[in-house]
């Protein structure tokens, strides 16, 4: 795994910014910080509009027809304290601005020098702030250390996704490697700090890492089966047409493979302890006993986790699936197509590499639960002695 980390290290390489995240200058998009002081529904066409003002804004030069206009305080960059004049057109997808709304601001310079602002998004850093705090809050209140070592380990997973994968991508370095060597240390990090360094979870992780190359193995082929291109989605054909060395089909595969491996890591974590606990229940019992044991505990988790896996797809597709039932498409042109292809397969995929990763997680903590001797406590503080 260090080796393969240090083989697919990203190098220095810059990536020029695309063209939609650009200002008309070239450079990256500067946001500021806005709120909503005064909205109402008038005449469109003002003077003001973008521009930076105090007072009032100028009226409009004609009535020619109504915008929803807001005039927003600037709370942020140069022009801290100062006030601009945002025109929206109603229709859908148009902002629905009210007085007290926080958002973000785009400045930019127009050709003649002069500075101009617009419309970004919504500011949702303090209710994002607030819906994570709480998370943690309730992960830490029930799992308590357990639950906060979970938590470093989330931290640590999206640091190996920011640090080494996306820049590794970004390199041209090949996906499906880049996608298991990532993978392999987001487990190393989360399996030993949410629950100790142990057989048991060992265990697990061998089953997770074993189930993570099926997944691989599994994706390769369906994709080049399926003729899955996943330009179907719009960020893929922006990629494909801004960052042309990135591999579309590499990258859908990558996508799939780490998309598995949360939903692994529950399943085979749950075998791993299972087969342990049964070994410290009862020292006599044999590998094959263990194993047949905790594979009736396996196929129950299994019913339930395939409804959570293909649910959790299909909730993703929803918006999808509405459009194509109005489109007067039949059945199997719609399965068919593309964008519903690639979720199908991409559960399909994780409901395979599931399935397989409940007997060979079983087997291989079956394996090293007797390797201790009988009545040895074997897995962490959870484990019984005979």
């Given at each position: 795994m260090l080796f393969g980390t240090a083989l697919l290290w990203p190098s220095?390489?810059?990536?020029?910014?695309?063209?939609?995240?650009?200002?008309?200058?070239?450079?990256?998009?500067?946001?500021?910080?806005?709120?909503?002081?005064?909205?109402?529904?008038?005449?469109?066409g003002s003077p003001s509009f973008g521009r930076v003002f105090t007072g009032e804004p100028?009226?409009?030069s004609s009535n020619t027809f109504d915008c929803e206009r807001s005039i927003v305080t600037i709370e942020s960059g140069p022009d801290d304290g100062a006030r601009t004049l945002l025109e929206v057109i109603p229709g859908p997808g148009q902002p629905e601005l009210q007085a007290g709304d926080e958002i973000r601001l785009v400045r930019q310079t127009d050709p003649a020098g002069a500075t101009q602002y617009s419309f970004y998004d919504y500011a949702r850093g303090f209710p994002l702030a607030l819906v994570v705090a709480a998370f943690a809050v309730v992960v830490v209140a029930i799992a308590r250390w357990r639950g906060l070592r979970a938590l470093i380990g989330l931290g640590v997973a999206f640091g190996v996704l920011?640090?080494?994968?996306?820049?590794?991508?970004?390199?041209?370095?090949?996906a499906v490697p880049v996608a298991l060597v990532g993978g392999a240390?987001?487990?190393?990090?989360?399996?030993?700090?949410?629950?100790?360094?142990?057989?048991?979870?060992?265990?697990?992780?061998?089953?997770?890492?074993?189930?993570?190359?099926?997944?691989?193995?599994?994706?390769?082929?369906t994709i080049r089966m399926t003729h899955l291109t996943g330009l179907s989605e719009e960020q893929n054909t922006d990629v494909q047409l801004y960052i042309g060395h990135v591999s579309i089909s590499g990258l859908l595969l990558a996508g799939f493979i780490i998309g598995s491996l949360?939903?692994?890591?529950?399943?085979?974590?749950t075998q791993a302890s299972s087969a342990f606990e049964l070994a410290g229940l009862d020292p006599e019992s044999s590998r094959r006993e263990i194993f047949s044991a905790a594979m009736r505990v396996g196929r129950d988790h299994i019913a339930s986790t395939v409804y959570t896996l293909v649910l959790a797809y299909a909730g993703g597709a929803l918006p999808l699936l509405l459009l194509f039932s109005v489109a007067g498409r039949s059945i199997t042109d719609v399965i068919t197509s593309d964008a519903v292809a690639i979720e199908l397969v991409r559960a399909c995929v994780g409901g395979i590499a599931l399935t397989l990763s409940v007997p060979l997680t079983t087997a291989i903590a079956a394996v090293l639960a007797r390797t201790d001797a009988p009545g040895q406590q074997t897995g962490g503080r959870h484990a019984r002695r005979a």
């Amino acid at each position: 795994m260090l080796f393969g980390t240090a083989l697919l290290w990203p190098s220095s390489r810059s990536v020029d910014i695309p063209a939609p995240f650009q200002t008309s200058g070239g450079g990256a998009v500067v946001t500021e910080a806005g709120t909503v002081v005064e909205q109402n529904t008038g005449p469109c066409g003002s003077p003001s509009f973008g521009r930076v003002f105090t007072g009032e804004p100028s009226p409009p030069s004609s009535n020619t027809f109504d915008c929803e206009r807001s005039i927003v305080t600037i709370e942020s960059g140069p022009d801290d304290g100062a006030r601009t004049l945002l025109e929206v057109i109603p229709g859908p997808g148009q902002p629905e601005l009210q007085a007290g709304d926080e958002i973000r601001l785009v400045r930019q310079t127009d050709p003649a020098g002069a500075t101009q602002y617009s419309f970004y998004d919504y500011a949702r850093g303090f209710p994002l702030a607030l819906v994570v705090a709480a998370f943690a809050v309730v992960v830490v209140a029930i799992a308590r250390w357990r639950g906060l070592r979970a938590l470093i380990g989330l931290g640590v997973a999206f640091g190996v996704l920011v640090v080494f994968m996306l820049p590794a991508l970004l390199d041209g370095k090949p996906a499906v490697p880049v996608a298991l060597v990532g993978g392999a240390l987001i487990l190393y990090a989360v399996l030993y700090l949410a629950h100790g360094v142990n057989l048991r979870t060992s265990s697990a992780l061998l089953g997770t890492l074993a189930s993570m190359v099926v997944a691989a193995l599994l994706s390769y082929v369906t994709i080049r089966m399926t003729h899955l291109t996943g330009l179907s989605e719009e960020q893929n054909t922006d990629v494909q047409l801004y960052i042309g060395h990135v591999s579309i089909s590499g990258l859908l595969l990558a996508g799939f493979i780490i998309g598995s491996l949360g939903v692994l890591n529950d399943v085979t974590i749950t075998q791993a302890s299972s087969a342990f606990e049964l070994a410290g229940l009862d020292p006599e019992s044999s590998r094959r006993e263990i194993f047949s044991a905790a594979m009736r505990v396996g196929r129950d988790h299994i019913a339930s986790t395939v409804y959570t896996l293909v649910l959790a797809y299909a909730g993703g597709a929803l918006p999808l699936l509405l459009l194509f039932s109005v489109a007067g498409r039949s059945i199997t042109d719609v399965i068919t197509s593309d964008a519903v292809a690639i979720e199908l397969v991409r559960a399909c995929v994780g409901g395979i590499a599931l399935t397989l990763s409940v007997p060979l997680t079983t087997a291989i903590a079956a394996v090293l639960a007797r390797t201790d001797a009988p009545g040895q406590q074997t897995g962490g503080r959870h484990a019984r002695r005979a």
